[in-house]
């Protein structure tokens, strides 16, 4: 009897449906070591689980990574709940995970993320209870291990900022059983005290050795605390709950003794650059007043009464002495005129005439003679000179010509006196 042939196809198609048939198979979580992981331009995870002796294939649809709280990277420990299925193209089969998770530290990030939303929706992260950290610190208390770096560097680098300061330390627990009690009693306690701030923190170490920052009762505390909270937990990567409560959250240690102690050098130096600039202003007011108060003592000098015065005084006095000289010049025009018009009036006065060798002649009812023709020979004529009156017969007249000589156009007689 020949043998029967299969193809590759109907062989895998067996195969997986033998898979599909296995309770087991459709529903099981594996653990192990994260290796290959590639994060596809689909959506889709590729990656293998891995232990000391095997590796499984692996793939997260797109439509499954909705579940997924965190990035994974190789070398992660992580438990992965699926099915596992075979791949009918090449025949292989791989585990098809529906849900992800992280093994060990996995299981304290979820209770991480628990917590987180809890306090967020109790309002413990909100903006409006977050206390402004004060500029000046003259007390500063810490809540960290007594030993290790995060406190020699507080401590270094607050005294560097400003050697004048008082740190108080509270040496609490900040690793191991009952640390956030501890933490959380340290909150308390320098509170109580009355310090300016408070830094809590400690150095870095896995989410295990911060775990105490994670708790409830710690959270609880800073919120409750009236002084302001400065959070420094482990490195700048590191992020816990104690962060989103506090005031303030600093990315080390070294960062939150920066930010809660002021640099006195730096402020002497803003002091004295005020202060420059103040007696700078002061000087520039005092210049503009001095300007407008000799402005003022001006303008009085010109406005006082005494001044005013004295003003109108010599205005009277340029005044009166316009006056004269109008007056002076008006009287020597005048004087001229007159002068003008006496020499006119005596150029024209019948004396002066008289004065010069002529005569005024009338008649004997004294009527003025101008021509031969009103002397007629016995007439009795009066003639006036500059001394006196000469009473005279006219005896006889001459006729003058045009170019002033004497035409004797008859002899009527003399004249007698």
């Not at 994260?34 to 294939?57: E, M, P, Q, R």
């Not at 628990?114 to 950290?133: T, W």
Request: neutral net charge; contains cysteine.
């Amino acid at each position: 009897m020949p043998q029967k042939v299969y193809s590759v196809s109907q062989i895998n198609g067996y195969i997986k449906n033998m898979f599909a048939q296995d309770f087991v198979l459709n529903r099981i979580s594996v653990s192990g070591e994260v290796s290959n992981c590639k994060y596809h331009t689909s959506g889709h995870i590729y990656f293998s689980l891995k232990d000391a002796t095997g590796t499984i294939s692996c793939v997260m649809f797109a439509s499954a990574r909705g579940g997924l709280p965190f990035r994974m990277s190789n070398g992660m420990q992580v438990v992965v709940d699926g099915r596992i299925d075979v791949y009918g193209r090449d025949g292989k089969y791989e585990l098809y995970a529906s849900r992800i998770r992280q093994d060990g530290a996995g299981l304290l990030y979820e209770r991480f993320l628990a917590l987180k939303q809890e306090l967020e929706d109790m309002g413990m992260f909100s903006p409006e209870y977050k206390q402004p950290i004060p500029a000046y610190v003259k007390t500063l208390g810490v809540v960290t291990a007594r030993t290790g770096a995060a406190v020699h560097d507080i401590i270094n680098v607050s005294r560097q900022r400003s050697p004048g300061i008082q740190i108080i330390l509270y040496p609490a627990a900040v690793q191991g059983e009952g640390a956030a009690e501890s933490v959380a009693e340290g909150i308390k306690a320098l509170d109580a005290l009355g310090v300016d701030v408070i830094i809590v923190g400690r150095g870095g170490g896995s989410i295990e050795d911060l775990w105490a920052f994670n708790e409830e009762v710690v959270a609880r505390a800073i919120f409750d605390c009236r002084t302001p909270v400065i959070s420094a937990v482990g490195h700048e990567t590191d992020t816990t709950i104690a962060d989103f409560v506090a005031d303030l959250r600093a990315p080390t240690p070294t960062a939150a003794a920066t930010y809660a102690v002021p640099d006195a050098m730096a402020a002497r130096e803003r002091l004295a650059s005020c202060r420059a600039m103040l007696e700078k202003q002061m000087h520039d007011v005092i210049s503009d007043r001095r300007a407008v108060l000799g402005q003022l003592r001006v303008r009085l000098g010109y406005l006082s009464p005494g001044q005013t015065s004295r003003q109108q005084r010599r205005r009277l006095l340029d005044l009166e002495e316009s006056l004269r000289r109008e007056m002076s010049w008006l009287l020597d025009q005048k004087k001229h005129t007159l002068g003008m018009y006496a020499v006119r009036l005596r150029n024209a006065s019948p004396l002066e005439k008289l004065a010069q060798g002529y005569a005024c002649v009338t008649d004997a009812a004294g009527k003025k003679v101008y021509s031969i023709v009103q002397a007629s020979p016995k007439d009795i004529l009066n003639i006036y000179v500059s001394d006196g009156l000469i009473r005279a017969e006219v005896i006889g007249t001459q006729k003058m010509t045009e170019d002033g000589r004497t035409v004797i156009a008859e002899d009527t007689g003399t004249v007698t006196a």
